[in-house]
């Protein structure tokens, strides 16, 4: 039951800094999106779209737009529909560069992407080193395989921020991992764990309602 329920996977690249940080363990959620909706601010895994250049692997990202909304940045700051999103998860508030053109989207993607009907639009916190819906689209919620809700190792006051930099390497592959847990091999690839931190207590992931959009 447990293994239907939950999945443990391993955070090898620094793409959702400084929200989980490589060798971070998660646990996710694999039936949360089959008792309610996808949520603004879920980070979640997902199996990697069409063009993603990632293979088989799976991905994780935080979601920033709905079906049917419209996302787009200006001065370093997301919109959503013209409101302005407040994101206190970010370590640069005006840290998010201005979209090119965005494949994928519902009516065009020059500079803005209308989110298509069964889709979200998801970005890494590390927002200048993190290949997310910005090169690739939004992604199918079919796609989803769960949400990230606690993170199960490092232990201890400290294992949660500010442990160290924001790294200098660019996001990666996130896939469920055959190797041990402690295998780095293959950048950015988050691997399921097999028996590491899944019966330790965790630390939670922040609400997802953290976020939210302030219109002006």
């Not at 490589?22 to 039936?31: E, F, T």
């Not at 799976?58 to 996302?71: C, F, M, N, S, Y």
């Not at 690739?136 to 949400?147: A, D, M, T, Y």
Request: charged letters at 25%; aromatic letters at 8%.
């Amino acid at each position: 039951v447990r293994a239907f329920l939950f999945q443990a996977f391993y955070i090898p690249s620094p793409s959702m800094e400084p929200t989980l940080w490589s060798g971070d363990r998660i646990l996710v959620n694999k039936v949360s999106y089959d008792l309610h909706d996808v949520n603004r601010g879920d980070i979640v895994v997902f199996r990697a779209p069409p063009g993603s250049g990632t293979g088989d692997d799976d991905l994780i990202k935080r979601v920033i737009a709905l079906p049917g909304e419209r996302v787009t940045a200006e001065g370093g700051r997301l919109l959503i529909d013209g409101g302005l999103l407040i994101e206190p998860y970010l370590p640069y508030q005006e840290g998010t560069a201005d979209f090119g053109m965005v494949p994928w989207c519902a009516d065009g993607g020059d500079g803005a992407c209308p989110v298509p009907d069964g889709h979200v639009f998801v970005m890494g916190d590390n927002r200048p080193n993190s290949r997310d819906s910005r090169y690739f689209g939004p992604v199918s919620i079919e796609s989803i395989v769960g949400r990230a809700f606690v993170r199960v190792w490092p232990l201890g006051a400290d294992a949660w921020r500010g442990r160290r930099q924001v790294g200098p390497r660019g996001h990666r592959r996130c896939r469920p991992a055959r190797a041990s847990a402690g295998d780095r091999s293959g950048e950015g690839v988050v691997h399921p764990t097999r028996g590491t931190g899944d019966r330790t207590a965790g630390r939670g992931l922040p609400a997802p309602h953290s976020s939210r959009v302030r219109e002006d």
